[in-house]
C-alpha cells in the first residue's frame, strides 16, 4: 500500500517570500503524484499533478513541484507567495485511474504581510 | 466550479439519527469518491464506487454505507450518527485514465449534536 507523509503541519511565511511544502510518498509500485489546495470552506482544488516525464511539474497560480524518484518526493514550490495563497495544501499518490487517491495530512500554509 | 455537486451543503442531526449525503459527479464520469475530513484524522478515504458497483473500501464504519445509482449519482448514508461522525464529506469523481485526478465537490458540513 502507498502512504504519503507531509512534514510540516504549518508554514508561516511572509508575502513575496519563496516557500517550499514537503511531500514525501512510499509505494513498492510507480505512483501518480497529485497537488490539491483547499481554500476555507471550499472543496479541494488540483493545483498540479506528475504522471511521467518531466521531472519537474508547473502548476496554476505560479505553484511547480519537483518529483524526485530517489529521494520518493514530491516538494511543491513557489517563488514569491501572495496572501491568497493562504490554504491548506494537500499531496496525493495514486496508482492508476481506477484507483483512490491517498492524501496525506495536509500542510496549512499561513502567509502575512 | 468543479463540475461535482454536493447536498446538502450543511446537515445538523441528532446523535442517534440516520442522514442522506448526495452527490452527483462531473457529467462523464464513472468513478465517485467519498471522503471524511476532520481535524484529528485529516482526509480518509471511505469508499469509491465505479459505474455502479463497488471499487474500494476504506475506513469505512459498519454503520456506514453508500451506493451509486444507475444515472451515476451517488449516496453516502450514515446511521445510528454519533458526536465523532461531525466532520466535512467530501464526494470527488474521476474520468477512466491512467492518473486520471480527482475532481472534489464543496463538501457537505455534518454537525451531529
Known amino acids: 500500500a502507498q502512504s504519503v507523509t507531509q512534514l510540516d503541519s504549518q508554514v508561516p511565511v511572509f508575502e513575496e517570500a519563496p516557500v517550499e511544502l514537503r511531500c514525501n510518498y512510499s509505494?513498492?509500485?510507480?505512483?501518480?503524484l497529485f497537488w490539491y489546495v483547499q481554500y476555507p470552506n471550499q472543496g479541494l482544488q488540483l493545483l498540479l499533478k506528475?504522471?511521467?516525464?518531466?521531472?519537474l511539474v508547473k502548476g496554476i497560480n505560479g505553484f511547480e513541484a519537483e518529483f524526485n524518484k530517489s529521494q520518493t518526493s514530491f516538494h511543491l514550490r513557489k517563488p514569491s507567495v501572495h496572501i491568497s495563497d493562504t490554504a491548506e495544501y494537500f499531496c496525493?499518490?495514486?496508482?492508476?485511474?481506477?484507483?483512490?487517491?491517498?492524501f496525506g495530512k495536509g500542510t496549512m500554509l499561513l502567509v502575512s504581510p | 466550479d468543479s463540475g461535482v455537486t454536493q447536498t446538502p451543503k450543511h446537515l445538523i442531526t441528532a446523535t442517534g439519527q440516520r442522514v442522506t449525503l448526495r452527490c452527483s459527479p462531473r457529467?462523464?464520469?464513472?468513478?465517485v469518491y467519498w471522503y471524511q475530513q476532520s481535524l484529528d484524522q485529516g482526509l480518509q478515504f471511505l469508499i469509491q464506487y465505479y459505474n455502479g458497483e463497488e471499487r474500494a473500501k476504506g475506513n469505512i464504519l459498519e454503520r456506514f454505507s453508500a451506493q451509486q445509482f444507475p444515472d451515476l449519482h451517488s449516496e453516502l448514508n450514515l446511521s445510528s450518527l454519533e458526536l465523532g461522525d461531525s466532520a466535512l464529506y467530501f464526494c470527488?469523481?474521476?474520468?477512466?485514465?491512467?492518473?486520471?485526478?480527482?475532481?472534489f465537490g464543496q463538501g457537505t458540513r455534518l454537525t451531529v449534536v
Open positions: 457529467s462523464g464520469d464513472l468513478s
Open positions: 496525493a499518490v495514486g496508482l492508476s485511474g481506477y484507483s483512490t487517491l491517498t
Open positions: 506528475y504522471l511521467s516525464g518531466s521531472t
Open positions: 470527488a469523481s474521476s474520468p477512466i485514465g491512467l492518473g486520471a485526478e480527482a475532481f
Open positions: 509505494s513498492s509500485v510507480s505512483v501518480y
